[in-house]
């Protein structure tokens, strides 16, 4: 794949960290004759192992920058989690995952689908896993750890899972499957060498090998703003708008959520929460 070439954005975003730093920041003896304050050029290109004409033609937009290096540039220039994504960004790259395990950005957020107590939310990481869900996902969809943690996964959900297709019901299950399934496909294919990723498609592959044309498909999407129907059993009808979210500080995760469309199925689900006979696991797949 070819090396996207620096922008002109990038070269002024280094510039100003580079004149944020002082030689003795970065382990360098601090020298009284500088003319402008921060670190010389030629400084960063040492540290970062590049030529000095290169990293000046980085600054000037006039060369192509592996990640790699700008990560290796980004260290030395002690960016952090959030510059180090704007970095790659201007640079054409996808952003890399937060370091924190998905148990720790989940448990951070677990605050937040809590305070949609009406409205089932879920936090997905970067292979649409579930890391966390409220009380009123579990009521509505089935609890997720009720499925073996290797189908505990919205992409299988909306595709093998019986009780969310019956609840939605086929007029919106295939739309909103095939919604989910490319918006996933658009994710996925930055990482086309994860190891979740594949394992997923072996087991949709064994679990629904009717749906084998979608797996096949390359069109993708995204998971956008719409209006589906849910009727849990012995319920009415649920009307609710499904829109995704992503955490500014886990940006490969997904927080998709489910808000009633009126005061009527705000209260069917506070109802559904509050019937623990409802909250029982989805459909009877046992671990393999």
């Known amino acids: 794949m070819p090396t996207p070439v620096a922008g002109r954005g990038l070269g002024a975003f280094l510039r100003a960290h580079r004149a944020l730093l002082k030689p003795e920041d970065v382990g360098l003896p601090a020298t009284s004759r500088r003319r402008t304050p921060g670190l ?91 890391v966390a869900w409220n009380a009123a996902w579990a009521a509505l969809w089935g609890e997720p750890t009720a499925l073996p943690a290797g189908r505990r996964n919205l992409m ?74 849910a009727t849990p059993a012995g319920g009415a009808p649920i009307r609710l708008s499904l829109s995704s979210l992503r955490p500014v500080d886990a940006p490969g995760s997904l927080i998709v959520l489910f808000t009633p469309k009126s005061r009527q199925d705000g209260t069917a689900v506070a109802d559904l929460v509050d019937r623990p006979l409802r909250r029982v696991g989805s459909s009877a797949w046992k671990a393999g």
Do not use: K
């Open 156 to 229: 299988w959900l909306v595709a093998a899972d019986e009780r969310l297709r019956a609840v939605l019901g086929d007029s919106d299950w295939e739309p909103l499957a095939m919604s989910v399934f490319r918006h996933f496909r658009a994710q996925a294919g930055a990482e086309p060498a994860d190891e979740r990723v594949d394992e997923l498609y072996r087991r949709l592959a064994a679990d629904v090998p009717e749906l084998s044309h979608w797996w096949n498909c390359h069109s993708v999407g995204g998971l956008t703003t719409r209006v589906v129907t």
């Open 40 to 130: 010389r050029r030629e400084e960063v290109a040492s540290l970062s192992g590049v030529s000095i004409a290169w990293y000046t033609w980085l600054e000037q937009g006039r060369v192509a920058a592996s990640r790699q290096v700008l990560e290796s540039v980004a260290r030395v220039l002690r960016l952090d989690e959030g510059e180090l994504r704007h970095a790659l960004r201007l640079g054409g790259y996808h952003e890399p995952e937060t370091a924190r395990a998905p148990e720790q950005w989940g448990a951070s957020l677990q605050p937040v689908l809590d305070s949609w107590p009406t409205s089932p939310a879920v936090l997905l990481d970067r292979a649409f896993d579930m």
